[in-house]
């Protein structure tokens, strides 16, 4: 397995292979590893991204607390917090607000 793009944020780390999987390992503790769940607040080793395996991955952003990936299409994916609209799904909410929590548990898509 060749990795051929790796980024990293405050606290989690993403690394792309030249077949476009995505691995993430980290602080996970807003949903930004985007594997599907909060309540693995911390993953030592490296997982695939189960969300986005149909999709060839050519580049990740990782932020503090969220992360972005462009597919080889020009789509943009994206999870983890946000509050002040980091994600760009359209709309900015709490932490607090049970939408927001359903949204950062899975990847949202913005093709």
Known sequence: MKIKHV???????????????????????????????????????????????????VMTAAGEAHSLFLTDLGEIYSCGYNEFGELGIGEIASIGDRKQNNDQEEIAGNP
Request: net charge positive; no cysteine.
């Open 7 to 57: 980024s990293a944020g405050s606290y989690h780390v993403f690394a792309v292979t030249s077949d476009g999987i995505t691995f993430g390992w980290g602080r996970n503790d807003f949903g930004q590893l985007g594997i599907g769940t909060k309540k693995e607040v911390a993953v030592s080793k490296p997982v695939r991204l189960k969300h986005l395996q149909d999709k060839k991955i």
